[in-house]
């Protein structure tokens, strides 16, 4: 189980140890009993499938996604927490209000009206396209989630952490390698504008953490500003297209940190943007510009130095 364990979290997945024997696994568990009651819902003439799915697309399927049930509910007792929502609505468990343990027979009159019922919410998309859309929307999620470090995002962070490597002091270096994602593109079908800003500022980042201003050195009070950035694009980029950043230092002097980055296709090595970039270091606390520590600042000016030597 160790080895499974390592192997799962090497490609990015969560893997959920099960304390002891039972039928099924935990999330099964749960999709068991959801579905039961979904298909009493609809026997009943209570709800239709599509307004089912809705009941839990636009509501609870939302909160569990990033918060699971039992943070859910603790906030949902408020500042008294668990306790005080048990004690709240813990006697509601013994009203009538499910049929959880029971189940509909699936008769042909009941999987008709099932099965209609489906094909009136999404027969219009072929089952590859509702695959794309699931598949999309997943993706989607995760990036928010991963923006905020939560949930399924914080496994993407930790992920690539584990994959990414840090750019080497040459010049240029290359200071982003990815693929572009679906949600980066806009109604023509290519990249937007404000990702670019997005993959230029990563890899600025990449080049700060270089330098030793990484997440510690910002968490200590002092980091690097952008003041001024230039955006030139060059050529159309596409989701799934994987690209490079490769960076120079260009200046390196006192407070200064100005990064020329270019956007390059990894597939042909065209150029598809360019982005000039400067910066300035500053601290934190008093929100003013600074002189960076010796140690920082000899490192940018050696990577300064790089470019000057060409």
Known sequence: MQTAEEHLRALGLYPLRVRGEIDAHIADRFLEAVWREALWLVKDGIATTEEIDNAIRYGFGLRWGQMGL???YRVAGGEAGMRHFIAQF???????STRLMDVPELTDELIETIAAQSDAQ?????????????????IAMMRALKQQGNAAGRLILEHQARLAAAPVAENPM???????PIDWTDLNGHMNEGRYGQIFSDAAEAVMALVGADADYVAAGQSYFTIET??????????????????RVTD??????????RMIRAADGAELATCDQLML???LKTRRTCEPPTEVA???AALAALYAEE
Not at 90 to 96: E, F, R, V
Not at 122 to 138: A, F, T, W
Request: hydrophobic share 30%.
């Open 70 to 72: 039992f943070e859910t």
């Open 90 to 96: 813990g006697p509601a468990l013994a009203w009538p």
């Open 122 to 138: 999404s027969g219009h998309l072929s089952i590859r396209q509702l695959e794309q859309k699931r598949d999309r929307n997943l």
């Open 174 to 180: 290359i200071t982003q390698r990815r693929v572009v």
């Open 230 to 247: 230039t955006i030139r694009y060059l050529a159309e980029t596409h989701a799934g297209e994987r690209v490079e950043v490769h960076t």
């Open 252 to 261: 390196g002097r006192g407070k200064k940190l100005r990064c020329f980055h």
């Open 281 to 283: 270091h500053v601290s």
């Open 298 to 300: 000899q490192k940018v």
